[in-house]
């Protein structure tokens, strides 16, 4: 599709529809929000309901506060304290908001409609299946684990993605203790059992591993004595590096830190196959494999499609991707008609390409259609090329170009910069390589609640852009119209928690800080971040407790 004239910039997805006419009587339109995780919950919370009727599904009829998890595995903070009850975050919004704890498995694109089954709802009439009709659906669904198809994970391994599953850790440790502690066993079976593996060298392994060194140091070893030089915690690692996602000095910190505290960290081994005893690995450079003996492993290598999510895939012709593709506004893609958004670690953005664009881009700039852009001329559109495609911007920044003059000079050879003109095939050329800077927003509950938030902020101004709902970005040509600028993640910098009162983190314009007071910095913006003031309250009492008393060690 071509750009429908007056913008400067192609809006081809955002232009092909509109949003239906919202009029005073006409009833409200429906919302039918999906998931209650970061990504849902922060649409909720901006979105203006009264101006919808919204309803929301979701399995669990709370929300949880996914980056203390692996604090609940070992008892630092307790599960109570990290959850939030839905009904009562949305207690001033009841009139507008409707809530049911069921699940969604399957959303009918065609006929708009959503199929839900309620678990408590079984025993009542048979069934507790139920339909829902909306006119904007927002996907929120977030991740499953991804076990790669590895044999024997699915039987033999923990998980760590809900609450429930971090009880669950949390019994099974205990229970590795008190197994390895009765008579009779042999020092070889104590090995084993105390043999903590972790699959997964991300952010979420290493802080859980970090977890439960801290909980063997300070608790269990005084309580156990007679095991603890059996007592063995080791991070397998399919990549060179553990948080590889983060500053190489940061996982530098973290392996060194892991070192001094005896926790092996085995890089570059790929785990092919797991048995109720064994986990078998296999080295990616030599290829040889290595079978260990463990007592309690976690598996956290990796997110995956939830079924659901792939069915509506397949439904709309979105096939061989990890998640929902959407448009720069969130929209999904080849959804025509149905207007559905998706948000979350569910959802993906796939960012235009400017190649894609170039003619069109090209024309635009070019005001007194001379057939040339002057500098000037690319200086007049350049924000909003940058803002429709933010590649433009990434760019520069990673040639460390100061100026978009620098870009055109690399191709069209040392000109002067004043009297500097470009024709198409000098421009494509200077843009060529700009869209490889393209890259995804990580699945991170920062990303998810910076959706919602962007999500709901559209929806709220629905009304006053029906022409497009979260169409182009800015009032060009004097239209007059309000648009929306495309969805833009802004990276606030992200923790990894070490274990030992230490942390690293990474913040904003390329800073880094690791060690004590990082983890200072960690416990205050936690305790910030807190939904409300209730749970706010209760994580800082159970760190406090913790301090004091130590973790609790009963199952
Ligand atoms: P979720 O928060 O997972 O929400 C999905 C929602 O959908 C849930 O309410 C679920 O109950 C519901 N649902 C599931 N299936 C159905 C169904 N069939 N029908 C209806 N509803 C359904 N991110 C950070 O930024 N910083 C961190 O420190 C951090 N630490 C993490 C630690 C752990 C242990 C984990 C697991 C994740 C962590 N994350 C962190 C990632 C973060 O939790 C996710 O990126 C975030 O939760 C994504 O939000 P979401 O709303 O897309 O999905
Ligand atoms: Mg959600
Ligand atoms: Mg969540
Ligand atoms: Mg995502
Ligand atoms: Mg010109």
Known sequence: TAASGGGLVAYADS??????????????????????????????????????????????????????????????????????????????KSKDVTF????????DASKKTVHCRSAVGTNLDGNGDF?????????????????????????????????????????SVIDCFEKASLPNISEEEKRKTLHFVVIGGGPTGVEFA??????????????????QEFVKITIIQSGEH??????????????????????????????????????????????????????MAVWSAGIGTRPVIMDFMQQIGQTNRRALATNEWL?????????????????????????????????????????????????????DICLRYPQVELYMKSMHMLDIADLIKGAIGDAHKESMVVNIEE???????????????????????????????????????????????????????????????????QFAPLGGEQAAAELPGDWVSMGHSTQWLWYSVY?????SWRTRVLVVSDWTRRFVFGRDSSR
């Open 15 to 92: 232009a092909a529809e509109s949003a239906p006419e919202p009029s005073q009587n006409a009833p409200k339109k429906k919302v039918l929000v999906l998931g209650t995780g970061w990504a849902g919950t922060s649409f909720l919370k901006n979105l203006d309901c009264s101006q919808y009727e919204v309803k929301v599904i979701s399995p669990r009829n709370y929300f949880a506060f996914t980056p203390l998890l692996p604090s609940v595995t070992c008892g630092t903070v307790e599960p109570r304290s990290i959850i939030e009850p839905i009904r009562r975050m949305f207690e001033k």
């Open 100 to 107: 049911y704890e069921a699940e969604c498995f399957k959303i």
């Open 131 to 171: 339909m829902l009709d909306y006119d904007y659906l927002v996907v929120a669904l977030g991740a499953t684990v991804n076990t790669f198809n590895t044999p024997g994970v699915l039987e033999h391994c923990d998980f760590l993605k809900e609450v429930e599953d971090a009880q669950k850790i949390r019994r």
């Open 210 to 227: 970090a977890e439960l060194h801290d909980f063997l140091v300070e608790d269990l070893v005084k309580l156990y004595p007679a095991i």
């Open 242 to 295: 553990i948080l590889n996602m983060f500053d190489e000095r940061i996982a530098a910190f973290a392996e060194e830190k892991f070192q001094r505290d005896g926790i092996e960290v085995a890089t570059g081994f790929r785990v092919v196959r797991v048995s109720d005893d064994l986990i078998t690995m296999k080295s990616k450079s030599v290829g040889e494999e290595v079978s260990v003996p463990y007592g």
């Open 331 to 383: 929209r999904v893609r080849e959804c025509e008609g149905v207007y559905g958004y998706a948000i979350g670690d569910c959802a993906t953005v796939s960012q235009r390409k400017i190649m894609d664009d170039i003619s069109m881009v090209f024309k635009m700039a070019d005001k007194d259609n001379s057939g040339t852009l002057t500098l000037k001329e690319i200086y007049d559109v350049l924000e």
């Open 427 to 493: 421009f494509k050329k200077a843009l060529s390589h700009v869209d490889s800077q393209v890259k995804s927003a990580p699945a991170t509950a920062q990303v998810a609640s910076q959706q919602g938030n962007y999500l709901a902020e559209c929806f709220n101004k629905m009304d006053k852009c029906k022409e497009q709902p979260e169409g182009p970005l800015r009032m060009t040509g004097g239209s007059g119209r309000h648009f929306f600028r495309p969805f833009r993640y802004k990276h606030l910098g």
């Open 527 to 531: 305790a910030s971040k807190q939904v």
